[in-house]
């Protein structure tokens, strides 16, 4: 799953990510707690499990602010500065509408994008993802 970093600015920080594949469809993934787009290659279920999505369309992944190659250095910030994170990556690789993938804790935020961005999203992929962590009286 060969590619070459790309750096999208979101505000002061700069968020690394990969395409692969090509569409339509655009594919944008939103990754979980931890990711690298430049070591993914090294994990084998994962790097076959993006070709595989690659398949299906253009497929674009980023590792979020604070993890990866993406910048660390105003942390990992709130729900929304990390879905604007996903904006930017999907300004700059020019995605129009998309396919959404969040996996895991990127769910959320898979989420708070389509609802923020409503035109941009074609459809919604929930992937092994939650409502919340800690159990609450509701």
Not at 41 to 54: C, F, G, I, K, V
Request: a negative charge; one cysteine or more.
């Amino acid at each position: 799953m060969a590619g070459r970093i790309h750096y999208a600015q979101s505000g002061e920080l700069s968020i690394a990510y990969k395409t692969i594949g090509s569409g339509p469809p655009d594919i944008l993934f939103i990754p979980g707690f931890v990711s690298n787009v430049e070591l993914i290659d090294e994990l084998p279920t994962w790097s076959h499990t993006l070709n595989q999505l690659a398949r299906l369309g253009r497929l674009v992944f980023f590792d979020k602010r604070g993890t990866g190659c993406s910048d660390r250095t105003l942390g990992t910030g709130s729900a929304e500065d990390r879905m604007d994170d996903a904006r930017a990556v999907a300004d700059a690789a020019g995605i129009e509408q998309s396919v959404v993938v969040g996996l895991s804790e990127g769910g959320p935020l898979a989420i708070l994008y389509a609802t923020a961005f409503p035109e941009r999203v074609s459809s919604l992929v929930l992937w092994g993802t939650f409502a919340r962590i800690r159990e609450a009286p509701d």
